[in-house]
């Protein structure tokens, strides 16, 4: 039986553009005072959002 590997950013949120990334992450910002950055995963190849903490 095949079992397929999971990737490192399997729990994260993910998001097909950068723009849709990038509004998530204005919405958390406005609503949870959060700082955040968008990047495109060398993983999955989708946009996914970090902390600058």
């Known amino acids: ?3 397929s590997k999971k990737l490192p950013c399997h729990e994260k949120l993910s ?3 950068k723009k849709q990334a990038n509004t998530a992450r204005l919405v958390a910002e406005l ?3 959060a700082k955040l ?3 495109k995963c060398i993983h999955c190849g989708l946009w996914h959002l970090a ?3």
């Open 37 to 39: 950055k968008t990047y």
């Open 15 to 17: 998001f097909d553009t």
């Open 51 to 53: 902390s600058l903490d």
């Open 31 to 33: 609503q949870h005072n």
């Open 1 to 3: 039986m095949y079992e």
